[in-house]
Each structure stands twice: as structure tokens, then as C-alpha cells.
């Protein structure tokens, strides 16, 4: 059961791509249809949820930076008030709840993430540094937004999608983890989509 809710939230992440794929390759421009950041905050809610349930505070750490940004670009796009103000006061308190919960009952040690025998400290430091950028591209894309006053995603997010995507990749190959590499291998395509598609916006911008 635990394993089926980590895998259901990984297949929501590449399903919001997919869908943003779609849509774009559809209208010929970078979109961010709503469904995005829907499946984007469902996913992240439950692989909070799994990062509990396997006492893995690094996940739900990383879930939680990125979580309340998808919450912001909700709003952003106007749909944020259309949801049960319960089930909103929920979704705000709920990570924040766990979090304390787990560090008042000792279930957290972080020194544990550094002392992992299975994984060499260069290793370590790759796969740290890749989820760093991987989560720092919507950090990036909050910023945008929050400048422009509107939910989008620009270039600079395709851009560190790829990089990070590409890291994590590599990091997946030597700690042969076929989670990571299939969720991962999929999310290249469409960053690299995502940046031709940009790129050709921006040619037929400067020919009109």
C-alpha cells in the first residue's frame, strides 16, 4: 500500500507533463493549463503522504518547498477560491501538522541521510545537488510569476527541468533505481518539447 501511493503520485507527476505536452503541441505555444498545477498539488500531497508513511523526512521536505508553490500558481490562475474553504485550510496546515508531529517524536534524524553505507559521499553530494536544481526550477518559476501576475512557465524552468532531470538521471544509472530513470527519462522529452517549442515562439515573434 505504501509502495502503490508513491507510484500513483509518480505516475501524477508525468501525467501533469504529459498533459502540458499535449495542450502546448496542440496550440503550438507554452501553456499552463489549470489541470497542471492540479495533478502538480495532488502528486506533491501524496508523496508527502509516502515520505510519512516510509519515515523519510528528505522527501517530504523536498515535497513541501514545492508544495505551496503549486498552491500559489492555484491562486494565481483564479481557481484557489473555488475549492471548500475546509478542504483549503487542510491542504495549508496539513504538511506543516506532520512535520512538527514527526520532529517532537524523534521520528526524523537527519544525520541518517549522511550516513547511508550504500551510497558514496560523491554520490550523495550528485544526486543532492540535482534535486536542488530539479526543485529550484519552480522556485524560479514562483519568482516569474509572481512578477508577470500570472501563472506560466518559462523558459528558464524548461531550461533547469533539463539540467536537473539530467543529473538525476545520472545519479539513477549508478544507484540503479528504475524508479527515478523511468519517471525521469520521460520528463527529458518533454522538457526538451518545451524549449524547441519556446525557442520557435520566440523566431516567429521577431519575423512579425
Known amino acids: ?8 503520485a509518480q505516475i ?10 499535449v495542450i502546448s503541441e496542440k496550440n503550438k505555444k507554452v501553456l499552463t493549463p489549470r489541470l ?7 502528486a ?3 508523496l508527502f503522504v509516502y515520505g510519512w508513511l516510509r519515515d523519510d523526512f528528505a522527501i517530504m521536505l ?7 508553490i503549486y498552491i500559489r500558481n492555484i491562486q494565481l490562475q483564479g481557481e484557489w477560491t473555488k475549492l471548500p474553504r475546509a478542504f483549503r485550510a487542510f491542504l495549508w496546515v496539513f504538511p506543516v501538522i506532520i512535520i512538527v508531529y514527526g520532529y517532537n517524536n524523534n521520528a526524523y534524524d537527519l544525520r541518517q541521510f ?39 512557465l518559462p523558459f528558464g524552468f524548461w ?4 539540467i536537473g532531470a539530467s ?37 516567429d515573434v521577431v519575423e512579425k
Open 1 to 8: 500500500m505504501v509502495y502503490a501511493i508513491g507510484f500513483i
Open 12 to 21: 501524477l507527476f508525468s501525467s501533469r507533463m504529459v498533459v502540458q505536452w
Open 36 to 42: 497542471f498545477w492540479q495533478l502538480s498539488l495532488l
Open 44 to 46: 506533491s500531497f501524496l
Open 62 to 68: 523536498g515535497q513541501a518547498i514545492t508544495y505551496f
Open 114 to 152: 549522511f550516513n547511508n553505507e550504500n551510497i558514496p559521499i560523491w554520490l550523495l553530494l550528485l544526486g543532492s545537488i540535482a534535486q536542488v536544481i530539479f526543485t529550484f526550477r519552480f522556485v524560479y518559476q514562483w519568482i516569474y510569476s509572481e512578477k508577470k501576475k500570472t501563472s506560466s
Open 159 to 162: 531550461l533547469l527541468s533539463l
Open 167 to 203: 543529473l538525476i538521471l545520472t545519479y539513477a544509472i549508478f544507484r540503479k533505481d528504475p524508479v527515478l530513470f523511468a519517471g525521469h527519462s520521460l520528463g527529458m522529452i518533454v522538457y526538451l518539447r518545451n524549449l524547441f517549442i519556446l525557442k520557435n515562439e520566440e523566431h
